[in-house]
């Protein structure tokens, strides 16, 4: 719906702020939608997707907006890959993770909070799973700062649930 996306992408870089030296990881990218919306905001912005067509069609976009300090990478999101994925993340870095309808798979949370970065916005398509993914970031050390739905999908029941989360003071693992 692109009469709703500058309303998305508004409220993603109003939560995530503008740190130009800062890296930004997209999981889930898809086409790079946020990958190369929010580019101009981060000093380094990282796309990781499993589709070989999402990556393409998101490294031709990167090309045609000349994002040079974007890069894409082709890799499931799951407990096999996610410490390598991750490795780079520090408190420096701002996530955003927009996984399908059923949510992040089994440790991708719990291996991103290890990291610490210093701003999560995570997106959910379905309401159904937001209390069981955001327990997981509580648990982990996590709070929820903010959220806000939006109506991607107007005539339908769906929404867009954007959720802003901070490391909680004090807290180790």
């Given at each position: ?9 508004g409220k993603a870089k109003e939560y995530l ?157």
């Open positions: 719906n692109h009469s709703v996306l500058p309303s998305l992408i702020g503008s740190a130009p030296t800062r890296h930004l990881f997209d999981l889930y990218c898809g086409y790079g939608l946020f990958s190369l919306t929010l580019a101009a905001h981060f000093a380094r912005v990282t796309g990781i997707e499993l589709s070989h067509a999402s990556i393409d069609s998101a490294v031709g976009n990167a090309r045609r907006l000349k994002a040079q300090h974007v890069r894409f990478v082709r890799s499931a999101i799951d407990a096999g890959s996610i410490d390598g994925l991750t490795a780079n993340i520090s408190p420096a870095c701002a996530v955003i993770l927009d996984p399908p309808r059923g949510g992040t798979g089994s440790m991708v949370v719990e291996q991103i909070a290890v990291r610490r970065p210093g701003t999560v916005l995570h997106i959910f398509c379905n309401a159904g799973i937001i209390h069981d993914e955001l327990a997981r970031w509580t648990s982990n050390g996590y709070d929820v700062c903010r959220a806000v739905p939006i109506d991607l999908f107007p005539g339908t029941s769906e929404i867009e649930t954007l959720v802003l989360l901070k490391p909680k003071p004090g807290f180790s693992l």
